[in-house]
């Protein structure tokens, strides 16, 4: 069952309910905010404390950071981690593969808001699979005569027992940079947190696993050489928006991303498809 539904304040998002799995996409940003397989806990943790309203990042599920991650390169007045997220994206296709796998196609164009922040006519097509599985793909396609640059990140906040129980798996011995201390390191053997944490690996190349307890998320990327992992602990986490105090202890961020140096870029026509596959 595929159905365009609307909230109270008129809020879009489609619902997914087939014989595997159910989920929820807004238009807005075609923002993933619920991933839940039958007879399983959601996949995907969303704040209690998120707004759904049109031209606010929602807090939790996948947020899509586009056409740059983090801060804008030369304009903070721009927003973070671009304007994807709190765009109205156009409804492609829907399609019911086969009772266990939905398929459904999102569109953003550029419009003079984002012609205002990033001078470039371009194509972003968010493909979403929802099975047992969960995948997104974001193809962005360069329509115009001159070549620009992107970074980007499926943001994805995952649903955890509590902070004190996990560990992600995958990046031992890879550099990243510590966006706290703005120093290189290596990861030695798997990230457990006992503090703020938010750091970009760069060169990823294997498949990232959340280990909580009895548990293990598998998150598969192609066309993603950065990953980031990101828990704001409890301080910052009471300065956030749409957080609640103990929020930190509920969610972790594994990020599937081409950020700071991993940049993609684009020439007249050509286009890059990030791809994470979360099973
Ligand atoms: O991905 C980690 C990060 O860049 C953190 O530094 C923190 O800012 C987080 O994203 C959330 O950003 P947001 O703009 O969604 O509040």
Known sequence: MISLKKM???FEYISIDNDS?????ALQGAHIFEFKPHNKRAILWMSQASDYENSKAIRGGIPICWPWFGQHATDESFPQHGFARTSMFSHVESKEVDTHTTQVTLKLQHYPQSLAMFPYRFELLVKITVSTILSIELTTTNLCDKSFEITQALHSYFNISHISN??????DKKRYYDALTGEHQEQVGDITFSEELDRVYQEVDSVISLVDKAKVINIENEGSASVVVWN???EKCSKMSAMENDSYETFVCIESANALDDFILLKPNESHTLKATIA
């Open 8 to 10: 109270q304040n008129r």
């Open 21 to 25: 799995a159910s989920a929820k996409i």
């Open 166 to 171: 996990v560990a992600v798996h995958g990046l």
């Open 232 to 234: 704001p602990w409890c």
